[in-house]
């Protein structure tokens, strides 16, 4: 399958993605029933960045443009981990070697196991060569390199499974934002966004804000009003209620809309429901102790601005490890 098939056949699961047969509709109730947190809304809303942001031909021209990619790459075959914290958060995985012209084996998350297989599917459909492109699996074993994402602990699993091959191995990631206290209400709108979308779960989303002394945290609270919803969804709830209890034993200060916590805390990681806060006097200073932070995937207000946390665009890698690098140097 030659470079120009393989950008065919995207553009050709772009217009899939946007047509919504009923089919597609079906398989997307389907992965919200068996994952609580794969709500409708964000099932919705990461389609949508894939189709924006991954899929353009134009821009997958120009990305690949920029690599080592001929008709005549020897495949290798690319054994890929996918988390499930967020709906086919592995899509640009799996897009990074398909258009490398790689093969790959993909073992999805028990989580997130029903939307990115169907979309596979299709496209065996169209192209009976995807069948030797894209397979599934249970177990990797006789791969030629590796692809894993997850947690710090399985992280030393999979770097000692994987020693002996080439591998991206991807740790517990969050992000930041650093406010200055002169933010609009739209600008404050948008990163209530970077917070919430996806109930908080992915890598991209804020998790830890820092914010100048004497800083009015009013108008960011009315700003997680669109949000307020979520105390509707029992499993948010749940996580909320016991994150309110720990504050009140501990007799600990916070700050809440009734369906989101702020509390002061030194981590940048912070549970469902509750957003981390610290205060900076210089910024200069608070810059110069978060460089090369490895825990940091992007900082809002610096990095990215807001609202963009969970628009990632091909070039956006994962880790700041550049996927496709990776893959044609194999």
């Not at 389907?30 to 994952?35: D, M, P, V």
């Not at 821009?59 to 890929?80: A, C, E, F, H, R």
């Not at 069948?131 to 030629?144: E, H, I, N, P, T």
């Amino acid at each position: 399958m030659k470079l120009q098939n393989r950008i065919e056949i995207l553009h050709k699961l772009k217009e899939y993605l946007i047509t919504n047969s009923e089919e597609w509709q079906l398989v997307k109730s389907t992965a919200s029933l068996h994952n609580g947190w794969f709500t409708k809304e964000f099932i919705e809303l990461s389609v949508n960045n894939i189709v924006e942001h991954y899929l353009n031909e134009n821009d997958l021209m120009k990305w690949v443009s920029d690599y080592q990619i001929t008709d005549s790459t020897t495949p290798k075959n690319i054994g890929i981990v996918m988390a499930g914290n967020i709906p086919m958060v592995g899509f640009h995985d799996f897009l990074s070697v398909f258009i490398s012209g790689h093969y790959q084996t993909i073992k999805l998350s028990e989580k997130d196991n029903q939307l990115l297989k169907h979309l596979v599917q299709k496209m065996h459909d169209w192209d009976s060569k995807m069948k030797q492109y894209v397979q599934f699996a249970s177990l990797l074993k006789g791969c030629d390199a590796y692809i894993a994402t997850g947690s710090n602990n399985s992280a030393r699993y999979f770097e000692q499974y994987f020693a002996k091959y080439p591998s991206i191995i991807r740790k517990n990631r969050t992000s930041i934002a650093i406010i200055d206290g002169t933010e609009s209400n739209e600008k404050l709108e948008k990163l209530s966004d970077d917070i919430h979308v996806f109930f908080g779960l992915g890598c991209r989303n804020v998790t830890k804000i820092y914010v100048p002394e004497e800083y009015d945290f009013i108008p960011l609270l009315k700003s997680f009003h669109q949000y307020k919803y979520f105390s509707d969804h029992h499993k948010y709830k749940n996580n909320y209620d016991y994150n309110l209890s720990i504050q009140l034993m501990n007799n600990r200060y916070y700050m809440t809309n009734e369906s989101t916590l702020l509390v002061e805390n030194d981590s940048l990681f912070s549970p469902i429901s509750q957003l981390n806060y610290s205060f900076y006097n210089n910024k200069e200073t608070l810059l110069e102790n978060l460089k090369n932070h490895q825990e940091i995937q992007c900082i809002v207000g610096l990095d990215i601005t807001f609202g963009m946390a969970q628009q990632p665009g091909l070039i956006d890698y994962a880790d700041g490890i550049d996927t496709l690098n990776f893959l044609t140097k194999l």
